[in-house]
């Protein structure tokens, strides 16, 4: 099952913006609505794997992962 992520869209002039409501920093502007959603599917796609490195490598060895639910 893949994770959802709410994301928060406006039109400003001929801008369509964007936010990922739960990740800081994932955030887009596209001409037009759809470009806007895809834009921001991959930027969180890559601002998720870039922290999951971030992670591993702060963790540097015998680390294990946990699965965390709220």
């Given at each position: 099952?893949?994770?959802t992520y709410t994301a928060v869209?406006?039109?400003?002039d001929e801008w369509w913006i964007g936010w990922i409501e739960e990740i800081p920093g994932v955030?887009?502007?596209e001409h037009s609505r759809e470009k806007?959603?895809?834009s921001l599917r991959i930027t969180l796609?890559?601002?998720l794997?870039?922290?999951?490195?971030?992670?591993i490598s702060?963790?540097?060895s015998n680390y294990s992962?946990?699965?965390v639910s709220v």
């Open positions: 099952m893949p994770n869209v406006k039109k400003k955030n887009c502007q806007l959603l895809e796609r890559e601002a794997e870039f922290n999951r490195r971030e992670a702060a963790a540097e992962e946990e699965t």
